[in-house]
Nanobody, 119 residues
Framework: VQLQASGGGLVQAGGSLMLSCTAS????????ISWYRRAPGLEAELVAT???????NYADSLKDRFTISSDTPKNTVYLKANNLRPEDTAVYYC??????????????WGQGTLVTVSS
Protein backbone atom coordinates (compact mmCIF):
# COMPACT_ATOMS: atom_id res chain seq x y z
CA VAL A 1 0.00 0.00 0.00
CA GLN A 2 1.28 3.45 -0.91
CA LEU A 3 -0.05 6.84 0.09
CA GLN A 4 0.83 9.80 -2.13
CA ALA A 5 0.36 13.23 -0.59
CA SER A 6 0.36 16.28 -2.83
CA GLY A 7 -0.88 19.84 -3.07
CA GLY A 8 1.57 21.61 -0.79
CA GLY A 9 3.38 24.76 -1.77
CA LEU A 10 4.03 28.38 -0.93
CA VAL A 11 1.02 30.51 -0.10
CA GLN A 12 0.55 33.94 1.42
CA ALA A 13 -1.12 34.36 4.77
CA GLY A 14 -4.87 34.33 4.33
CA GLY A 15 -4.69 32.05 1.33
CA SER A 16 -5.95 28.51 0.85
CA LEU A 17 -4.62 25.15 -0.26
CA MET A 18 -6.15 21.78 -1.06
CA LEU A 19 -4.01 18.81 -0.11
CA SER A 20 -4.66 15.36 -1.57
CA CYS A 21 -3.78 11.90 -0.34
CA THR A 22 -4.24 9.05 -2.80
CA ALA A 23 -3.94 5.40 -1.84
CA SER A 24 -2.70 2.77 -4.26
CA UNK A 25 -1.47 -0.79 -4.14
CA UNK A 26 -3.22 -3.61 -2.34
CA UNK A 27 -6.97 -3.36 -1.96
CA UNK A 28 -7.17 -2.71 1.74
CA UNK A 29 -10.19 -1.30 3.51
CA UNK A 30 -8.98 1.56 5.64
CA UNK A 31 -10.78 2.28 8.88
CA UNK A 32 -9.59 5.86 9.11
CA ILE A 33 -7.41 8.27 7.17
CA SER A 34 -5.84 11.17 8.99
CA TRP A 35 -3.78 14.23 8.23
CA TYR A 36 -0.91 15.09 10.54
CA ARG A 37 1.54 17.93 10.35
CA ARG A 38 4.99 18.53 11.74
CA ALA A 39 6.37 22.02 11.99
CA PRO A 40 10.13 22.58 12.29
CA GLY A 41 11.32 21.76 15.79
CA LEU A 42 7.92 20.55 16.94
CA GLU A 43 6.23 17.20 17.40
CA ALA A 44 3.72 15.87 14.92
CA GLU A 45 0.20 17.18 15.40
CA LEU A 46 -3.05 15.51 14.37
CA VAL A 47 -5.00 17.85 12.09
CA ALA A 48 -8.06 15.84 11.08
CA THR A 49 -9.42 12.32 10.67
CA UNK A 50 -12.14 10.84 8.50
CA UNK A 51 -13.59 7.38 9.00
CA UNK A 52 -14.63 4.95 6.33
CA UNK A 53 -18.20 5.98 7.06
CA UNK A 54 -17.44 9.66 6.55
CA UNK A 55 -17.34 10.76 10.19
CA UNK A 56 -14.84 13.57 10.69
CA ASN A 57 -12.85 14.78 13.65
CA TYR A 58 -10.58 17.81 13.96
CA ALA A 59 -8.03 19.33 16.25
CA ASP A 60 -9.99 21.91 18.22
CA SER A 61 -7.65 24.72 17.23
CA LEU A 62 -7.99 23.96 13.50
CA LYS A 63 -11.59 22.91 12.96
CA ASP A 64 -12.73 26.35 11.86
CA ARG A 65 -10.21 26.56 9.02
CA PHE A 66 -9.53 22.98 7.92
CA THR A 67 -11.93 20.55 6.22
CA ILE A 68 -11.27 16.87 5.54
CA SER A 69 -13.23 15.01 2.90
CA SER A 70 -12.97 11.84 0.84
CA ASP A 71 -13.66 10.58 -2.65
CA THR A 72 -13.90 6.83 -2.25
CA PRO A 73 -13.97 5.88 -5.97
CA LYS A 74 -10.73 7.81 -6.40
CA ASN A 75 -9.18 6.39 -3.19
CA THR A 76 -8.39 9.97 -2.27
CA VAL A 77 -8.76 12.03 0.89
CA TYR A 78 -8.53 15.82 0.79
CA LEU A 79 -7.63 18.46 3.31
CA LYS A 80 -8.81 21.96 2.53
CA ALA A 81 -6.98 24.61 4.48
CA ASN A 82 -8.41 28.13 4.53
CA ASN A 83 -7.17 31.41 5.95
CA LEU A 84 -3.69 29.99 6.32
CA ARG A 85 -1.30 31.51 8.84
CA PRO A 86 2.50 31.44 9.05
CA GLU A 87 2.19 29.04 12.00
CA ASP A 88 0.51 26.53 9.67
CA THR A 89 3.86 26.08 7.95
CA ALA A 90 4.71 22.38 8.25
CA VAL A 91 5.10 19.13 6.40
CA TYR A 92 1.67 17.58 6.12
CA TYR A 93 1.40 13.80 6.18
CA CYS A 94 -1.50 11.47 5.55
CA UNK A 95 -1.85 8.27 7.50
CA UNK A 96 -4.26 5.42 6.86
CA UNK A 97 -5.19 2.88 9.49
CA UNK A 98 -6.42 -0.59 8.76
CA UNK A 99 -7.04 -3.84 10.59
CA UNK A 100 -5.16 -6.72 8.99
CA UNK A 101 -6.04 -10.29 9.97
CA UNK A 102 -3.12 -11.81 11.79
CA UNK A 103 -1.37 -8.45 12.19
CA UNK A 104 -3.86 -6.25 13.96
CA UNK A 105 -3.92 -2.50 13.60
CA UNK A 106 -1.56 -1.24 10.87
CA UNK A 107 -0.70 2.37 9.99
CA UNK A 108 0.42 3.40 6.52
CA TRP A 109 2.15 6.75 6.07
CA GLY A 110 2.55 8.96 3.03
CA GLN A 111 5.77 10.84 2.31
CA GLY A 112 4.48 14.28 3.26
CA THR A 113 3.90 17.51 1.39
CA LEU A 114 5.40 20.82 2.48
CA VAL A 115 3.15 23.80 3.13
CA THR A 116 4.86 27.15 3.59
CA VAL A 117 2.81 30.19 4.56
CA SER A 118 4.47 33.56 4.13
CA SER A 119 3.50 36.60 6.16
Amino acid sequence: VQLQASGGGLVQAGGSLMLSCTASGAAIAFRTISWYRRAPGLEAELVATITRGGITNYADSLKDRFTISSDTPKNTVYLKANNLRPEDTAVYYCMANSWIAGRGSVDYWGQGTLVTVSS
